[in-house]
Structures are given as structure tokens and as C-alpha cells.
């Protein structure tokens, strides 16, 4: 079915930015076309242009007109957490009084303290819970979503939220596109020895009995002092290697242990946080592929510093942004507020932010057929009911995302 979508006040296609594969980007890289028109079929775009250039040679089965809209590339969270049990509100009024994240984490709290939450929790509970959070999360226009496992933490609670992100992925598709990340190396539970040995006894078995089953998108971990170290992110690198699975990393959160050079030489899809990151990591990164994926809510809330945003773009990184919607860190599952808030605080151009959430966020999921709004792309939007982009994060907090309720091409 042929589709036509027109008279949007603009149509902001990102072409500059596909172009230029997300790197040093301005805000002439939006691309916007003005009184912007589009025609795409169930599985690509046809056409991009003014409305008084649709082209006749066409044919057309259903139209639409989009007065007062902008239409743009579909917003991708490409870094949540959004399956787990319990919260961890008690923790947040601790820290306000003066306790740190990863002194509350040593006392048992943090991610062993959701970890419980979440075997307390059957997988029906699960899945309901994850179901209410994706269509929160798609309120704001987000479409694609990328969901890590981590909080079961044992062989059959980990295996089980895998297959629950797999059910909620059909649950939602084509609407939605889900991404699944096996995280079981998240933290280490304290009935084992060390990392090493939870390496050994649940992770790297449970992804190889898991991968057969093609369920698992990218493996991830967090490498941190006190939770995961270059040994063991090595050998998750290989065990995915060998299945075809890639890679997407926790680096440089609290410490600057050289997570984003050892992701880099790893070829990474992304590697994520990267609060501590020095020269020679952005340096590793400006040479590779690897998306730097920063996730400013989590500074935010923890009142940490946050990442060196600006060294990493003017060298070339390609950058993305995630929510890291989690309970600890980062509480919060709107990827468009944290975006705004972002923006002054990293001093990126609109062109740089907006790559962030739409192209570069897709390619930190390997999805390199979509993020702009060009023919031979995926035709995956996201609509907002605004005249200009620059509404959109201006009205921070607020939502004129109309995705859901008019667009059902995704
Ligand atoms: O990305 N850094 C590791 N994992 C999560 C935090 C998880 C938690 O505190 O529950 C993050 O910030
Ligand atoms: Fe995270």
C-alpha cells in the first residue's frame, strides 16, 4: 500500500546528518524541507519533497494532510532498563541526604536491591509492567526501543526476562520495534566469589543457550570498579563474537577504567555513559564506529558531572542520546524532557541533538536503515504537532507528540 503524508509545516529529513553518518554535524544537517510532503509504502520511503512537487508518476492508495505538524525521524530510546520490579525511592531520599549511589550500592542497596524486587515479581507481573512502561514511553514519540535484561541476576530469572523483552517485542511489533539486550552482566549477586565466576557459572552458558533461539539483538555490561572488569568484558566480547551477537557497553560511569578505548577495540555498536572518559578514549572513539551514547538524566539524578559532550563531538564522535530509564540511576522514562534539558547543558546544536534521538540512536542499535527521511529508508516517523523543531524542546516537559494517535506507519 501506497501512502501520501502532506502539507506539514516542515518535514525535518536529516539528510545532511545521513550524509555525514552523524558526525560534526550543524544545524544546516536537519535538512528541513518546508511544506514538506512524503510517500513510502510498508517497508521503505519512495519519495521526500514539497507538497507543490508530489509527483504525478505515482499511484497513490490513501492521503493524509498534515496542517500544523512536523514530521521527523522516528525517536529511538536506544538505552533502558524498563523491566523490573520494585523502586528504589527510599535510595533517592538517601542521596538527597547525603549518601552517594555506589556507597548505597556496597551496603546491598542498588542493583541487588531491584534485583530482589524483581524475583519477587512472576513473569506475567513482569510483562505487564514492561507493557504499561513501553506505551508511556511511545506517548512522547519514541518508536524504537531498546530494552535490557539484568535485574534477575540468577540463570532462570535472567532467562526469563530475556523471553518476557522477546513477548513484549511481538506484543508491540510492527508499531513498535523492540530491541532486546542480554545485560545478566549487570552486577554480581553476592552468593559468587567474584565476577569471573558468575561470568563462568550464568552469563556466558545462558547467553549460549539463549542465542540459538535469535531472541537476543546485542549483549551488554557494566564494566566498573566493583562490578565488571576488562577480563570480563573481553570474554563476553568473544562469546558474542562467536554467535554473531554484537556489543554494547556501560563504560567510564564512575571512573575513568578506560571502558570506551577497550569498546572501541572491541568494535562496540555503543558504549555508554562515558562520565570519566579522557583523551584517549574520545580518541579511540573519533577513529571507530562505536556510538558514544550519553545519558544525561543519569548525571542528572545521581549529581554527578556530567559527560564531556563537547570534546567527544568536535573530534568526530558519533553521539547519541538514551533515558538509561532505570530505578536507580535514573528514574524517569521521557527521552524527549531529558533531551531538552540536555542540550544547553552540553552545548549541542540542534542538528547534533536531534541526530542524537533519531539517526545516531538507531545506529547505536545497528539499525542503519532508518534515522532520516530519505527514499530506500525505513518509513518510521515520529509526528509532533508543532510548526517548527525548535517548539518541540523549547516547550520542555511538555508533549506534542501526535505519533500514536494519527501515524500508524512504522
Ligand atoms: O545504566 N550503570 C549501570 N546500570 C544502570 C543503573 C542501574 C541501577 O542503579 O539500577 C545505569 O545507570
Ligand atoms: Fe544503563
Known amino acids: 500500500m501506497t501512502t501520501l503524508y502532506k502539507d506539514f509545516s516542515q518535514v525535518v529529513t536529516l539528510q545532511g546528518a545521513h550524509q555525514k553518518d552523524g558526525r560534526l554535524l550543524t544545524p544546516d544537517d536537519l535538512s528541513i524541507i518546508n511544506d514538506g510532503a512524503v510517500i513510502f509504502d510498508d517497508d521503505k520511503i519512495l519519495w521526500v519533497g514539497k507538497t507543490k512537487d ?6 497513490i492508495d490513501t492521503t493524509q494532510s498534515f496542517k500544523g505538524h512536523a514530521l521527523l525521524p522516528e525517536l529511538v530510546d536506544s538505552h533502558t532498563h524498563c523491566v523490573f520490579g520494585g523502586n528504589r525511592s527510599v535510595e533517592y531520599g538517601m542521596r538527597l541526604n547525603g549518601a552517594d549511589y555506589q ?3 556496597k551496603a546491598g542497596g542498588g542493583i541487588l536491591a531491584s534485583m530482589k524486587g524483581t524475583n519477587d515479581l512472576s513473569r ?4 505487564e509492567l514492561g507493557r504499561e512502561r513501553i506505551e508511556r514511553i511511545l506517548s512522547y514519540g519514541v518508536g524504537t526501543i531498546e ?36 545485560m545478566a552482566a549487570h ?9 569471573h565466576a558468575y561470568m563462568q557459572q550464568v552469563v556466558i552458558p545462558l547467553l549460549q543457550e539463549l542465542a540459538p533461539r535469535k531472541i537476543i539483538d546485542a549483549v551488554d555490561i557494566f564494566h566498573e570498579e566493583g562490578y565488571f572488569d576488562d577480563a570480563d568484558l573481553k570474554f563476553l566480547a568473544e562469546a558474542a563474537t562467536a554467535l554473531k551477537i554484537p556489543l554494547k557497553t556501560h563504560v567510564d560511569e564512575f571512573t575513568d577504567n578506560k571502558g570506551a578505548k577497550l569498546s572501541a577495540e572491541l568494535a562496540a555498536l555503543s558504549c555508554d555513559h562515558l562520565l570519566c572518559t579522557e583523551k584517549d578514549g574520545i580518541q579511540a572513539l573519533a577513529k571507530s564506529k562505536t ?39 535514573c528514574n524517569c522514562d521521557n527521552l524527549l524532557l531529558i533531551a531538552s534539558i540536555a542540550a544547553p547543558t552540553y552545548k ?23 534515522g532520516a527521511i530519505l527514499p530506500g529508508l525505513k518509513p518510521r516517523f515520529s509526528l509532533f504537532k508543532v510548526n517548527q523543531i525548535e517548539e518541540i524542546t523549547y516547550n520542555w516537559g511538555r508533549n506534542y507528540s501526535t505519533s500514536n494517535k494519527s501515524i500508524t506507519a512504522r
Open 187 to 195: 552486577a554480581v549477586p553476592k552468593d559468587y566469589n567474584d565476577s
Open 54 to 59: 508530489i509527483p504525478q508518476d505515482i499511484t
Open 124 to 127: 506475567k507481573e513482569l510483562f
Open 348 to 370: 549541542m546544536n540542534l542538528g547534533e541533538l536531534w541526530a542524537a534521538i533519531t539517526l545516531n540512536a538507531a545506529h547505536a542499535l545497528g539499525l542503519t536503515d532508518q
Open 147 to 182: 530494552i535490557k535484561s539484568g535485574y534477575g541476576l540468577n540463570y532462570e530469572k535472567e532467562k526469563e526476562l530475556t523471553e518476557v523483552i522477546d513477548e513484549l517485542k511481538k506484543y508491540f511489533a510492527p508499531r513498535v520495534q523492540i530491541f532486546n539486550t542480554f
Open 291 to 329: 556510538v558514544a551514547t550519553l545519558l544525561p538524566g543519569t548525571g542528572f539524578f545521581l549529581g554527578k558531572p556530567q559527560a564531556n559532550a563537547r570534546a567527544l563531538l568536535d573530534v568526530g564522535v558519533k553521539v547519541a542520546i538514551g533515558s538509561d530509564y532505570n530505578p536507580g540511576s
Open 103 to 105: 556507597d548505597i550500592a
